[in-house]
């Protein structure tokens, strides 16, 4: 068992690539161990900065092993004549597996019987397979952009300066881009930038220490977060929790050094919003509130190195910061100059999507939305609700929204407040935005929840209907986020809409400019629906529970959820297993639908006419209990059939020669699983009978 140390040292990195190189790194070594068969790569640490990414790994296998390998070849028709002697054919294979031919064997294929080659590899040493391992993998790694330098053909992302490559205290000796690998790493670009020899793990990270080097993102958050909230603390303020700035500044950084800076007083009339997110997105600042929330004319800026004069390095960002928010401020003004309706108007001007028109086309589409589903959900709010749908996306034509696009919706619901709209229309602005990314806070009033969902489902009807449907991992229009918010939204409010009408009312609104056939985007509009509820609910719910309870009926998401947790809870009972047996023997009967009428005159057995007036009083039971929403009760009613069902099929033949008897029985059986289907379909149902 051995130590393998892997760096690659180069100009700075983009902090946004650092992570995931980090992650490919590793990827791409366990892919090529594993491939030449060379074991121990069970304890891989991985490091990143914006000068380095590397990783080392404790106990690599010094030889890689022998092995065994056994190549199938043709069959043994046509590698044998009719007297058992070798073809062309099996020569030809032979040879080119490098064994003779009295080696091969004739085995039992998946084609039948074959020749096969079985030949030994007898296992190289891990570090000649690494000469030529370590530089592949430096070619493979993934960047968002890549860079070529000099005349140099090999790329990278930036250009490279050293690598080190050590097996046992060994160098790896390879050459990429020029550069020799060799046993030394780099110290911290301005304070210790003279190389370092190593020759194990632990002197490499000990010369980190010494070299002002925290070669691990996650130490350098943690210091970064430390240090910022201390200084914030100094001032009586708090930081804004930031998990994304943290991780971008704490990779810019090799060691992070945090200073306090200011800036002017005047500047505090402009909402804090955009002052943060001037901080946060063009310097990578930390802006500091008080203990009720108020921005201060404070931040917190991250250096590279220690210094000896701070206060010349603070007052050069104090400069900067100045400038960035003195652009903000002028947006800011020169946005109210506006109205909200002269910009929504401007919206007739920007194209949402090529096929499906602007966006002031959208807008209208909407409302339609809006005006379908109050009648559902809040009548009472549909006036608020449709001027909240005219303005929603007015700030889209804001400077500021245009400079600072994260602002979208928080900035409709600043200037909304500023023209005197009502508190209900204004954060109703912003929050039609919501859910923004999973687990995200969802809209907590109707008006902005009815425009977040008429916004969410034309976007996912009209891609679907232009043939822009997520696949993969491509989905540009964010659909399946999308779709994911409506069914948290409609679950959240408890709104007792049926999703399949809705969906055929967006197809209806959307039809003059679909290109894909209405009835084949209702359907799979459905189906992604489904898909994705399944999807976001299995962490609380069985997949077959589910699944019996959506294939049974997917309309009214707040009745979904509530037959979901009354399937739950109902099959932790003793009458689950009984019931579900039940209906599975009704089912595997019925194997086509039918609707045809039950005559009781054509029933030939008691047991026909004793499970007809027990489904009639369950069924009567049952119907009641389902329209008050308690379908644990109605489930728990529904065991009530069981007898009848098991002396049914017991005593009776269902498929009987008559054809009016046979009808009838099935007619029954079909009235049985309806009353059942109106809660789940225990078909899907994984049960131990």
């Known amino acids: 068992m051995a130590e393998l140390i892997f760096e690659i040292g180069c100009e700075e990195i983009p902090a946004r690539f650092i992570r995931p190189a980090e992650s490919s790194l590793k990827e791409l070594l366990l892919k090529e161990l594993k491939n030449e068969g060379i074991k121990g790569a069970d304890h891989i640490l991985t490091y990143g900065t914006p000068r380095r990414i590397g990783l080392t790994l404790n106990g690599i296998e010094l030889i890689q092993p022998d092995r065994v390998i056994q190549v199938m070849g043709p069959k043994v028709g046509i590698a044998f004549d009719g007297d058992g002697n070798p073809t062309k054919v099996a020569n030809g294979f032979a040879k080119s597996q490098g064994v003779s031919v009295e080696d091969l064997e004739i085995v039992e294929g998946p084609k039948g019987r074959c020749i096969q080659a079985t030949k030994t590899i007898v296992g190289k040493k891990t570090f000649d397979c690494l000469t030529s391992i370590l530089p592949r993998i430096i070619k493979k790694l993934p960047f968002p952009k890549s860079m070529r330098w000099s005349t140099i053909e090999d790329s990278f992302a930036r250009p490279i300066h050293w690598i080190l490559a050590m097996l046992d205290g060994e160098v790896v000796p390879f050459t990429f881009a020029n550069i020799s690998s060799g046993n030394t790493s780099c110290g911290h670009r301005f304070m210790k930038p003279e190389p370092f020899e190593v020759s194990t793990i632990e002197s490499l990270f000990e010369n980190f220490k010494t070299a002002f080097v925290i070669p691990e993102c996650d130490t350098r958050k943690e210091l970064v977060q430390k240090e910022a909230e201390q200084l914030a603390k100094s001032i009586d303020g708090h930081i804004l929790a930031d998990g994304d700035l943290i991780t971008e500044v704490a990779n810019l950084v090799e060691y992070p050094v945090g200073m306090l800076g200011s800036f002017g007083e005047e500047f505090l009339k402009v909402p804090k919003e955009i002052l943060i997110d001037s901080m946060a997105k063009h310097q990578k600042y930390f802006a500091i509130l008080d203990e009720n929330g108020n921005l201060l004319p404070r931040f917190i800026v991250f250096a590279n190195t220690k210094v000896k004069e701070t ?45 499906l028109g602007t966006i002031a086309e959208k807008i209208e589409r909407i409302k339609e939305h809006i005006s379908y589903m109050a009648s559902f959900i809040a009548p009472e709010d549909l006036e608020e609700a449709l001027r909240c749908a ?128 209405l009835d084949e985007t209702i359907s799979q509009v459905n189906l992604f629906f489904e898909g994705r509820y399944r999807n976001w609910r299995n962490a609380d719910f069985s997949q077959d529970t589910i699944k019996s309870v959506t294939k049974a009926r997917f309309q009214v998401m707040a009745d979904v959820e509530e037959r979901m947790k009354a399937l739950k809870e109902f099959r932790k009972q003793s009458g689950f297993e009984s019931l579900a047996a039940a209906f599975k023997r009704v089912m595997n009967i019925l194997k086509e639908e039918t609707s045809a009428v039950v005559n009781p005159d054509l029933f030939a057995s008691d047991a026909e006419q004793e499970m007809w007036q027990q489904y009639q009083r369950t069924r009567d039971d049952v119907t009641i209990l389902i329209k008050k929403k308690e379908f644990l009760s109605a489930l728990q009613a529904m065991v009530s059939l069981k007898a009848a069902v098991d002396k049914f099929f017991d005593d009776v033949l269902v498929m009987d020669k008559d054809e009016k008897i046979k009808n009838n029985r099935l007619a029954l059986l079909w009235h049985l699983a309806e009353l059942f289907n109106q809660i789940a379909d225990f078909r899907q149902i994984q049960t131990s009978e």
């Not at 010349?312 to 903000?328: F, H, Q, S, W």
């Not at 200037?415 to 508190?423: D, N, Q, V």
């Not at 935005?433 to 009209?462: Q, S």
Request: net charge negative; aromatic share 8%; proline share 3%.
């Open 390 to 517: 005219t303005l929603c996306k007015a700030d889209l034509q804001t400077l500021v929204v245009g400079e600072f696009a994260s602002l979208q919706g928080i900035m409709g619901r600043t200037y909304a407040k500023l023209a005197g709209e009502s508190e209900r229309v204004s954060v109703g602005i912003e929050q039609h935005y919501w859910p923004r990314f999973a687990d995200d806070e969802l809209p907590n009033d109707n008006v902005g929840a009815m425009v977040a969902l008429a916004d969410k489902m034309d976007t996912i009807v009209g891609c679907f209907g232009v043939g822009l449907k997520p696949s993969g991992t491509a989905d540009p229009y964010a659909l399946r986020r999308q779709a994911l918010g409506v069914l948290r939204i409609l679950v959240d409010r408890g709104y007792r809409i049926s999703l399949d009408d809705w969906i055929k009312f967006s197809v209806e609104a959307l039809k003059d400019k679909l290109t894909k056939p």
């Open 311 to 355: 206060e010349v390095v603070v007052k050069g960002n104090e400069r900067v910061l100045r400038a960035r928010l003195a652009d903000a401020r002028f947006f800011y003004d020169e946005d109210r100059q506006k109205s909200l309706d002269a910009l929504a108007d401007s919206l007739s001007a920007v194209t949402f999507e090529e096929k």
